[in-house]
């Protein structure tokens, strides 16, 4: 049985199958497995796909491109992976993972924990990432919402760890980190709460 393949988007763009990175085209074809993904477990008409790709100014070609993108990374990927479902195409997600879904699911395990496993379990979803969510693609147009709701997710996230590691008395472990992360983000009301919060306890003003 093959090893299903693993898609990362939380950081640099890529696929894996056990293990190995999976050598994917570059361009354009690279960018249509990224809308499928984002888009995963809907189909993604093939004029949605010539939208995202060439915005208002597509080819003549660009349907029969899309054809050609499909063809290419089915190559890199296995026929299984892309399914044509019409109008366009779909992820066949019982052939992948990807890791944002993971650590999604990870971060809801987490809400229903005791604060000692909720951090753990909080720690292990944050781990999964390598950078800035789908960083290949930080300035193209169909990638923005997902970036911001990635990002969010993200700092969501953090801001369950820290509130997890307060209940546990871990004040003066998540001072420097807070005050790090207020000034990074310094419209987030939940992190300046926190960070009162932990200086208080540390006695400080």
């Not at 293990?19 to 993904?37: C, D, H, N, T």
């Not at 003549?60 to 050609?68: L, M, S, Y």
């Not at 953090?158 to 998540?174: K, P, Q, T």
Request: net charge negative; charged share 30%; proline share 6%.
């Amino acid at each position: 049985m093959t090893e299903p393949l693993e898609f990362r988007i939380l950081g640099p763009f890529e696929a894996r199958r056990e293990g190995a990175v999976v050598e994917l085209p570059v361009g354009k074809p690279r960018a249509l497995l990224a809308v499928l993904i984002i888009n995963s477990g809907a189909v993604v008409s093939v004029d949605t796909l010539v939208d995202e790709l060439w915005g208002d100014q597509p080819p003549p070609t660009a349907a029969k491109n899309v054809q050609g993108y499909v063809a290419r990374l089915r190559r890199a990927l296995g026929d299984s992976v892309l399914v044509t479902r019409s109008p366009g195409y779909t992820l066949q997600l019982e052939d992948g993972r990807i890791d944002a879904a993971g650590f999604q699911e990870l971060v809801e395990e987490a809400r229903h924990e005791e604060p000692a496993a909720a951090a753990d379990r909080l720690r292990e979803a944050l781990a999964l990432w390598r950078g800035p969510p789908l960083a290949d693609f930080t300035y193209e147009p169909f990638a923005q919402d997902e970036i911001r709701r990635l990002e969010d997710l993200r700092l969501t996230a953090l801001e369950d760890r820290i509130e997890a590691d307060l209940a546990l008395g871990r004040h003066e472990d998540v001072v420097a980190e807070l005050e790090s992360l207020v000034r990074a983000h310094p419209l987030r009301e939940r992190l300046q709460g926190e960070l009162l919060v932990a200086l208080y306890r540390c006695g400080r003003q």
